[in-house]
């Protein structure tokens, strides 16, 4: 399995690298940390005949936090999320379900950018931008501009992306204070894609009933799948979780695929999203 | 298709040699560097076999083009054992008997002295959380495991 | 010997180069010149091949040949697999397919290129014409009436029906109180070894001579069946087996990718090499299990089995590289385990498929145990009785041994009802249905399993004979004592990771009495090593062990001659080697003498005058070991598992292994053999499952989808030692190593059914996935 030939390109600054996506259009695709690009390459699914290595663009690696968000440069490796104590401080959820991508040693590699360009429904990263509302930064010779979660992922591999632009960062606001958050996966191994995950974020109001609850699913369509329309029902009392549960797995659009049937997804659904939601409150503190 | 001059720092040596963009940092090490310590298992990152440093972290050399690798420095399980001498993991794999075949290990000694630079706790399911992404056909991990545990209290105990 | 190294958890000598990375696996030799080869693979799993053009491939840059059947099948002669037995389908396979394709991933074309990246740039320009035809995926669509053949020689799929009947079970059946029936099966799954397949041939045309460098378990069948392949003498061919990363069986029959390359060495006069790639690997190397049993037990109310009926189906894949009865086979024939049954039936039959072809992975007959320990469970349930209860009242005891089975297969020197009542006690039997009941309350399901095995390891030629298989079951050595002492010692099996340097160093070093540092192993090179039926079967430490000691105790009788000319006695009976020197019993105590084995072997080489009238000078002895039709070792795995109903999620708690695997040549070793055969019984009982769709289209081929366990899903196992040794051997060594993926399929699927039982819920079909046990929840 070896890939078919290309030709490779190592911009040093951002202006370089969206230069040359420009310049080579449509056969031209990005190289991020390789983790995912790579395997496709090698199997010859994917074919570039450009490939524009983004490694040496250190203006793309940072983990920054402003008093309203996490803001993470495209470039930053899971890893480096995994491990970033601000980030524990202000947004737990995200090292603790970053640790879930894949193995240590994809974690060194993998990036942010990859991951949410790549919009592979499975993955973490659009689970968490989704949930959390993130903004997704893209830049293009044209200039930049940012894309809400919820419009970025489009398909299964497929966003709001334009020919020519590169997502650069994304911005992740913090949970607010007193908000408790849960994500629960199911995968056969560890390190596996989950079959179904769920993610949710939960705030309390007064005598403990719902305030805020986010709840968001990989594995129920095409791309990570909020359910507002399920959980603003729940908000205003007290949480049974077991019948959000219920709700959720009833209301989502399933079909059996190779990974899975419909039916067990469905049963995943209704197990994931009730211990995550579940989760979420017990972290969250009644204001 | 045209080959171009890479030149590459393995375990702190220069090796120079032509070759398409296109090959494999794994395929490069084995035939241009002639280090084959570093074996090939499965070419889509999963099986681990491929593993070794890049900057001082593992790193799949089979989702890496070697050019890429130009400015950094790579290290490979044969820069491990210091003049003959067994590091403490490749001696405690010895000990515990946690290799059979042998096909995996360069890849399983690279992912977890990486892990142990780090003195962490001798803790028997952050071992398998980290050896998850190493596949073994033979041993059924368990001997993997204890040896990990033998380095892992001895680094802590330097 | 004082202090015997057999047996010792000795450290292994073949590490150090494994740690290091500077093992020699194939892909590691470099040879100057070589060329590298890829195939183009049907993407169909049944089709007929019209026009195929190679001629853009031929003019690629770096492609130094491309050839297709039509030329490799004019330099090969076809592999034909015809044993004489009743209900078994001759077949003929080509090198390469011309007339159709059979399975998704069937070799039609072979490009010869620079390096690899060419050649599968290459391959991209291959252009041929395939007429799809309807595919078979499952024994079932075989065998359906109007099913289209997948190999045209044949008038059906049927390839392999045998039937048995021992006693008369119709008389038990109509006899027994209640008649039992319990269905298992298994998915079809691969070896998977993290080395893929590979070969690397060197044709000198000076010499006329091939080296074939090749991982396989064995190296003298390869070379015997290369040379005739090829159309060579035999003296012609030269096979060197480098290190192996894993085999598990898929590593002994010779491929049609690993002939072709064969024949393109000698054509191009360069030479040629070939790395499978792991998709390769997993679609088109060899596939194995997917059994299904029907299991039917005549009993009497109080457990007592009067009769079984087996039915047994396998789906072999495409092309037969082993006679299709072959792995069927022993699943029946030792069916009846560790039981008093006399009265027995079997009927099994092997279709072909439109899938990759079938071969023997590490423990072919794996599905039996858990027929047989799954229908007992059963049978105590539907009786209400405890199954261990039911266990005892059929099981043999050590004072109805030796025992001919109802298949003619005589137990001796097993130890299974011993291995059972000490796994029960080590994992706390008793105190089972509490902690079972205490979990209930907490809405927890819990299940204990049990699995006795009698492993049948090491046939002997008669068993063969008696098969109709041709073929021996010996094995034999080589020990060579040099002028210095250092001891070579050789042996017709190939290691891949079973530590065969360490382990047979300490037979020798054993029998002869030196230190194991001493005796240095040589094999897997067919010039060197005596021709031997190579390691397969959990036959090496038995065969190999015995006939290595056997030629270890020719030339330590050798020696001792020698030395009791040297020292004037009238026989060597008081003289024995104690770490490389001669000692003489003299008053009931051992003196060390002069003499030394270094001394000795100088003497005979160097100074032969010396040596007693008549005595060839030197210091070898060649002998071979044919071992008993069969011999068995036996274990009991018992596992404790919590099932999580909620996902289907089955997981293990606690895994217990009892084992008596006879002599044991280096415990450490032969713990490290149950770990890893244990660890690939749980991966089919779990996790492993080749999904291809009815068209015959594999849906899960690379190592993301086909789900190979990792050190997270794979327990601690307890290991109890209770060997005791076999007199029937001259080292008392049993054999084992295939014995836990056995245990562990019967452990895993008896634990679970005990977990679902209250339930009302019986699971039949391995791997229990969370999807399949929901499935039977929902």
């Known amino acids: 399995m070896k890939p078919a030939a290309f030709d490779y390109h190592r911009p040093q600054t951002l202006g370089e690298a969206l230069e040359l996506l420009a310049e080579l259009g449509d056969e031209a695709r990005p190289l991020a940390g390789g983790q995912s690009l790579v395997p496709m390459m090698n199997m010859r699914v994917a074919r570039p005949e450009h490939l524009v290595d983004l490694n040496d663009l250190a203006e793309l690696d940072f983990i920054g936090v402003t008093d309203r968000a996490v803001e993470i440069g495209a470039m930053t490796r899971h890893r480096a999320v995994e491990h970033s104590e601000p980030v524990t401080r202000s947004c737990p959820i995200l090292p603790v379900v970053v640790h879930t991508i894949g193995h240590d040693a994809i974690r060194e590699r993998g990036t942010l950018g990859g991951s949410l360009a790549l919009a592979d429904p499975s993955a973490q990263w659009p689970l968490l931008a989704v949930l959390l509302d993130a903004r997704i930064e893209l830049a293009s010779q044209s200039g930049r501009r940012s894309v809400a979660a919820g419009a970025f992922f489009t398909g299964v591999f497929a966003t709001a992306a334009e020919p020519g632009e590169l997502v650069v960062a994304a911005s992740f606001p913090k949970l607010a204070p007193g908000e408790g958050w849960g994500y629960r996966s199911f995968t056969r191994r560890l390190g596996d894609f989950a079959i179904v995950a769920a993610a949710a974020t939960v705030s309390l109001g007064p005598a403990g009933r719902i305030e805020t609850l986010r709840l968001t699913l990989s594995g129920v369509g095409d791309r990570p799948v909020r359910l507002d329309a399920v959980t603003d029902r729940f908000r205003g009392r007290a949480l049974d979780a077991a019948e959000l549960g219920r709700a959720v797995a009833a209301a989502v659009t399933l079909e059996d695929d190779a990974i899975a049937g419909a039916p067990f997804r469905r049963d995943l659904t209704e197990v994931l999203s009730t211990e995550a939601v579940n989760e979420a409150a017990q972290r969250a503190r009644v204001r | 298709m045209a080959k171009v001059p890479i030149v590459l720092t393995i375990n702190g040596e220069r090796h120079e040699f032509l070759a398409e963009a296109r090959k494999l940092l794994s395929d490069a090490l084995r035939e241009d560097c002639h280090l084959t310590g570093t074996h090939i298992g499965c070419e889509h990152g999963v099986c681990g076999a491929c593993t070794v440093w890049i900057d001082g972290r593992p790193g799949r050399s089979c989702l890496t083009f070697a050019v890429q690798m130009q400015g950094h420095q790579v290290t490979t399980i044969e820069a491990i054992a210091q003049d003959g001498k067994l590091s403490a993991l490749q001696q405690a794999l010895h000990e515990e008997h946690g290799l059979q075949c042998g096909f995996c290990t360069p890849g399983i000694v690279m992912s977890c002295e990486a892990w142990l630079r780090d003195r962490p706790e001798p803790d028997e399911v952050a071992v398998r959380e980290l050896l998850s992404g190493n596949l073994c056909r033979c041993t059924g991990y368990q001997n993997i495991v204890s040896a990990v545990l033998k380095a892992a209290r001895q680094t802590r105990g330097a | 010997m004082r202090d015997s190294p057999l047996g010792k958890p000795l450290l292994r000598k073949e590490d150090f180069r494994f740690l290091t990375g500077t093992g020699r696996y194939l892909d590691d030799i470099e040879v100057p010149r070589a060329l590298h080869a890829a195939f183009v693979r049907s993407p169909h799993a049944h089709a007929r091949l019209h026009r195929i053009d190679l001629s853009r491939a031929k003019a690629a840059p770096g492609v130094v040949a491309v050839v297709g059947g039509a030329d490799v099948n004019q330099w090969t002669a076809p592999l034909r697999m015809a044993p004489p037995i009743e209900g078994l389908q001759p077949v003929e396979v080509q090198t390469l397919p011309t007339e159709k394709v059979r399975f998704q991933g069937d070799p039609v074309v072979c490009i010869v290129a620079a390096d690899r990246y060419l050649a599968e740039d290459a391959a991209e320009l291959i252009e041929i014409e395939y007429e799809p035809l309807p595919a078979v995926a499952s024994f079932a669509a075989a065998l359906a009436p109007g099913a289209p053949l997948v190999d045209e020689s044949l008038s059906s799929n049927l390839v392999s029906h045998q039937s048995f009947t021992a006693g008369d079970p119709a008389r038990r059946f109509a006899e027994a109180d209640r008649i039992v029936e319990a269905r298992f099966s298994q998915r079809r799954q691969t070896h998977l070894p993290i080395e893929t397949r590979g070969c690397l041939a060197v044709w000198d045309e000076g010499r006329q001579h091939l080296t074939y460098h090749n991982p396989n378990q064995a190296p003298h069948p390869l070379r015997s069946t290369l040379a005739a392949r090829l159309g060579l003498g035999e003296s012609q061919v030269t096979v ?200 209930r309350v907490a809405g927890r399901h819990l299940g204990l399993g049990v699995c006795v095995v009698v492993e049948s390891t090491t046939y002997g030629s008669a068993f063969y004979k008696a098969a109709g298989i041709p073929g021996s079951g010996h094995e034999a ?77 020719e030339v330590k009788e050798k020696v001792l001659a020698i030395a009791a000319q040297l020292l004037n006695l009238n026989s060597p009976d008081q003289l024995h080697i104690e770490d490389g020197a001669i000692e003489w019993l003299s008053d009931g105590e051992w003196t060390r003498t002069e003499l030394t084995l270094a001394s000795i072997a100088r003497t005979a080489y160097l100074d032969p005058l010396r040596l007693p009238g008549g005595m060839e000078p030197g210091l070898e002895a060649h002998r071979a070991y044919d071992p008993p039709p069969m011999t068995f070792s036996n274990a009991t795995h018992l596992c404790e598992v919590e099932v999580t109903t909620a996902t289907g999620t089955v997981r293990i708690l606690r895994y217990v292994i009892a084992e008596d695997c006879g002599t044991v040549l280096n415990e450490m070793i032969v713990e490290g053999q149950q770990h890893g055969a244990t660890a690939l019984g749980i991966a089919g009982a779990l996790y492993e499952a080749l999904d291809y769709d009815n068209e015959g289209q594999l849906r899960n081929g690379t190592l993301a989808d086909y789900l190979v366990p990792t050190a997270c899903e794979i327990p ?49 079909e391995q791997p229990f996935s969370p999807e399949y046990i929901r499935s039977l929840l929902r």
């Open chain 3, 240 to 439: 060197i087996v480098p290190d192996i990363g894993g085999g598990f069986g898929q590593k002994i029959a010779l491929y049609r990718e690993e002939l072709t390359v064969a024949a393109l060495a000698r054509h191009l006069k360069r030479p040629v090499r070939w790395r499978e790639d792991r998709l390769e690997n997993l679609l088109a190397s060899s596939h194995a299990r997917e059994d299904k049993a029907r299991l039917r037990a005549a009993v009497t109310n109080a457990g007592t089995i009067l009769a079984l009926d087996l039915e047994l189906t396998e789906d072999f894949g495409a092309y037969c590289f082993y006679p299709a009865n072959y792995l069927a086979r022993v699943v029946a024939m030792i069916l009846t385990g560790a039981y008093k049954v006399k009265d027995y039936r079997f009927d099994v039959k092997v279709a072909l498929t439109n899938k990759c072809g079938n071969g023997p992975m590490r423990a072919p007959m794996a599905i039996t145990s858990w027929v047989i320990e799954g229908a007992i469970d059963k049978i105590a349930r539907e009786l209400s009785l405890d199954p261990i209860e039911v266990r005892r009242r059929n099981m043999l005891r050590a004072n109805e041994l030796p025992y001919v089975t109802a298949t003619e297969q005589r137990l001796e020197d097993i130890t299974p009802f011993e291995t059972m009542e000490r796994g029960l006690k080590t994992i706390d039997y008793a105190g089972f249905r509490a902690r079972q009941a205490e979990a």
């Open chain 3, 477 to 553: 050595a080589w020990v060579k004592v040099e002028p210095s002492g250092a001891v070579n010692a050789s042996v017709g099996l190939m290691a891949s990771g079973q530590g065969y340097e360490t382990t047979f160093a300490q037979v020798v070093a054993a029998t002869i009495g030196v230190d194991p540092a001493q005796v240095q192993l040589h094999i897997g090179n067919t010039d060197v090593a005596p021709y031997g039926m190579g390691s397969r079967g959990a036959r090496g430490g038995t065969a190999g062990g015995s006939a290595l000691h056997l030629a270890a105790t």
């Open chain 3, 716 to 764: 601690n196992f307890e290991i109890i030692a209770m060997h005791t040794p076999n007199r029937r051997n001259p080292i008392g060594s049993k054999g084992m190593a295939e014995g836990g993926v056995m245990g562990a399929i019967g452990a895993i699927g008896n634990a679970v059914n005990a977990a679902l039982a209250p339930l009302g819920i019986e699971a039949t």
